[in-house]
């Protein structure tokens, strides 16, 4: 959502506030693919091998 609204306005008016607002959506994004990886991989590690 921060995406959304950050990058129209950075290419319309270049204002560094914008450049904050997307270097935030970044982290946010980032933390987020971070955060689905440490879920995903504890649910995988308590499959029982053998038994797919």
């Known amino acids: 959502m ?3 609204a950050g990058e129209p306005w ?4 270049a204002h560094p506030a914008a450049q904050i607002l ?3 959506s970044a982290l946010a994004q ?3 693919i971070i955060l689905f990886v440490i879920v ?6 308590q499959v029982t091998p053998g038994v797919l």
């Open 2 to 4: 921060l995406r959304v």
């Open 10 to 13: 950075l290419w319309r008016t």
């Open 22 to 24: 997307l270097v935030f």
């Open 30 to 32: 980032l933390g987020g």
């Open 40 to 45: 995903i991989w504890r649910r995988i590690r």
